[in-house]
């Protein structure tokens, strides 16, 4: 312990912090005559500021609580979540930028997809199952003087390429038994994520449904389509396409695991492999992680 | 340790015991001319049988190494995955069942469904996203007499009711604070199985697939229609109705998590909720196990 | 849906069902004037009994709500955990027992351990580490007519012996390309459960702590001391070097994954591995299940 | 997909970007001829460089394959990893550093520790059991010109402190309803990390398991000393005691996660609750991350 009458400040200082709420897991049902909307977010809330003498001093003056962060997105929830999850995560980012130690409010939001269950002649109105193909991210950050920062973007999305990806030409040393392969599976648990212009999200008008789906389907149509020399090329291509179908990106960036699936030697069963067979595995992994900018982005 | 020369089978014996190779992660991708196949296939291979002499004496005669179980699924992998899973697994099951000391093997299998990614036009021939909606579940047991026993089902299905559930007239004590609700969400991540009558599946020329299918579509159907007046009384209910649309089922087991949704109290913050922002949880959870039997059923 | 009118239960019956609630997680801390005592507990109950009419019929009548069932572990918390886990599910049980609809009540308890972080000159009275090293395991059951079962054991034991492990002698086959191995390592995450005897533990007096230390450094000795030729013979060796060091106990099961670890070839990068360094592997993975039993026991 | 001549680099370019292998699993057993030393380490490895054919043209030429990274691991553990995970991942950044297009290597190290197995008389020379208790972090960064950075740390290292902790004097407004509270149980899954003079680092000589050491001790005396007025103050305290125990340490950065756990209302059952009982629970969590800073340093 800190010997009595020392000021450790004379000593250190704070540095970079931060301090928020996280794994908030909002439901809602909106209920109208004919049938229910279901909504299904985790939400996450970060503030900077100016927070030394919380760290150095022990004085929680001007702290929100992260119990009151909690509480809000609830509150909030009951009528400001209409629209789109950066929408969402704009109202409550400026809510956060008011307080007075605030100088930055970050908001993080998971939306998971629920579609109705199909029925005869129609959809449930009211009984939903979890897609599971994918969850929606959005990220909001909102400064004191009203700068704001919008990215969205798309996590969990596992895909596979059977065919039309390669690995050749690499460099080959002491430690190199991996062999050039002309055709191999390519797998991947996709995280994309990207930014808006600045200018036009803080106009209040962005239609970030219609941008999010438009960025969807160029990823997925440009996912199929492209020839693969390189997970790493995989991504400027899966980038520049999805910046190509929606100006109001500046840039996309992707973190790819390359999930192996190892073809099977059967030759010990006497039986040949023509490409059927894969082991597929989880560890090691490959991990490339790679951004892509709009050259007339700042 | 025991002492020299005690033999411990005069104070102790071996009851109960299965052996063999979990987590075999298969993926085969069947290359038409046109467009590829893929199916992802998570196995677990168990045998039953005489194996008093591996466990106290340490004589591994007989014993089929859990790595001999392995490659013997990829090996039968490239020829004889051709159809249903279950079809699979008895061609497995029936291999192992073949071993001297085996007397009753046994086959679980988990396949995630791959969607083919939708182009313009279309779809992707070569190129598929998991789809994550739910797991087809088969298992497969074969004893050395021949005798087969088939279970299908679906896991990891995660539903949700918006209304139609309820939960009242239930025992009040000392201990009870929950109140009676006519109206609440129903959220479980549901896992049924069900068992097909032995004389049809051992016949081989079941359609498994077909019989999966028409259980799938009554499940979902009787879990968006129905009333539930509680989770034990939903499970009969879609139970029930799965039998009424597969005659080839003779029961079916259900074990229902209730993922418990909470009403947010708004009013602190001078809001109403009229059933429209939840606390969605995981823990603790209701946990609602119970089999439905066709009484025609031995 | 079911037409009007039909009586579902002349086509179905109710076969095994239980319910309750799994996850309850509660943690006690008693303040003693120098020190504080942290016991940290996951608790599940479930109930079986005679519950056609809540199934079948939707009538909740004698339903013990599963929130009650939770509330009612933290209200026995408050002055009935003093001692064991087991001693704990025993109120537990017996409690719910009593319930009309009970025919039987089941608990399980995991306790994590917490160690008081070490300081100079002694331990502090209230600051803790999770050990993490294992979980301690309980179930209890009594039924109506007060027959009481109680079984503990180890979970989440990961252990590792880096040499007195063999597997040879095994059945070669035309699948078969493990080589016999004279020494390998052996790694798992042990789960061991054992059953004490009714008579001993339905008095009331018997020390579950005592037993459980006895057990627990029996299969940690003999698990260091044994020489193993394969998992199932580890479980034998171990099995019955628990019950001769705690006479109380009837049988052990135990659960045993093969976690492979795989020697690697260094050979193409001019190395040779004499037994040094290893791939660390979860699967696909072995996974051996056996029960030993004391012949005394009914 | 882009029209044929196109030159997509025209448009856009690529940004920050890195790639590697992650989740090479990796134990050592050393065999002396009394007893044997087992290591347990997780590698990732990510290079930066110049790689912007690789992503725009295709192009791999200088693209050292993850395989061989991995392969690199492997082959660098036998006879290399003779000391601490930190002097090892330096080992591995610096080859993976030579490669020409290649400007900084960055190796991340997890290491579980593994207790040998008491025994009567002392402990097993080949058997051990996993400690679970944290895991040692090590980070290491190359660049080209050999500047080198050594961070350290624990992760998972799950603490309660069941008196000390207090928060109150924060902000109220119309969304918060949490009570000001002076006495509370404080518990996180602690994740600290720190960094080295680099000076001292570079040099060859520097004793990084001793650091660790001191370093790890100062965290877990001050984390039961210290009396904790919010987790941001704890973050402060522990990290100067840190740097005041270790001063070739500069900083230290920490995210905790506050895992709340909630005093259990008892009163509906008559009974009171002195602080002794509480619900513990993982979400939402408050999660707050801060760097303290030693003057001296840059």
Redesign the interface.
């Known amino acids: ?2 010997e009595p009458g020392r000021d ?1 400040t ?22 109208e005559t004919d049938r ?1 909307d ?1 909504r ?1 977010l985790t939400v ?1 809330v ?1 503030l900077e500021g100016d ?1 030394d003498a ?15 962060m ?3 997105v ?2 909030f ?3 400001r979540l209409t629209g789109s999850p950066e929408a969402f995560g704009l109202e409550l980012a400026r809510h956060f930028a008011t ?1 007075a130690a605030c100088s930055r409010a970050i908001i993080d939001i998971e939306e998971q997809r ?2 109705r ?4 002649g129609g959809e ?1 109105p ?9 969850t929606r991210l959005a990220h909001v950050a909102v400064d004191k003087a009203g700068g704001v920062e919008v990215e969205a973007g798309v996590g ?9 990806s390669a ?5 080959r ?6 062999p050039e392969v002309e055709d191999r ?1 390519m797998a991947t648990k996709l995280r994309a994520t990207w930014g808006y212009r600045p200018d036009l999200v803080a106009a209040g008008s962005f239609d970030f449904d219609a941008a999010w789906d438009r960025a969807r389907v160029a990823l ?7 020839f693969s ?5 995989s ?2 291509i899966m ?3 999805i ?2 179908a929606e100006p109001s990106i500046d ?1 996309v ?1 992707m973190v790819l ?2 999930l192996h ?1 190892w073809q ?1 030697d ?1 030759s ?29 982005a700042g």
């Open positions: 312990m800190a450790l004379d000593d250190y200082e704070l540095g970079d912090n931060r301090y928020g709420k996280s794994r908030i897991r909002l439901v809602t049902v909106r209920r229910h279901l299904d996450a970060a927070f919380v760290h150095t001093r022990g004085d929680n003056t001007g702290v929100v609580a992260t119990d009151t909690k509480n809000t609830y509150a929830a009951r009528d307080y629920w579609l269950i199909p029925e005869e449930a009211d009984a939903f199952v979890r897609a599971g193909d994918l969990d999305l596992t895909v596979m390429k059977t065919t039309k690995f050749t030409g690499f460099d040393d002491r430690y190199t038994t991996l599976l997925r149509q440009s996912l199929a389509d492209h020399p390189s997970v790493q090329a991504i400027w980038g520049t396409a910046m190509d840039w960036r695991p390359n699936h099977v059967l010990p069963y006497g039986l040949d492999n023509p490409g059927e067979v894969f082991v597929s595995t989880s560890e090691p992994h490959g991990l490339i992680d790679a951004t892509v900018h709009r050259r007339s």
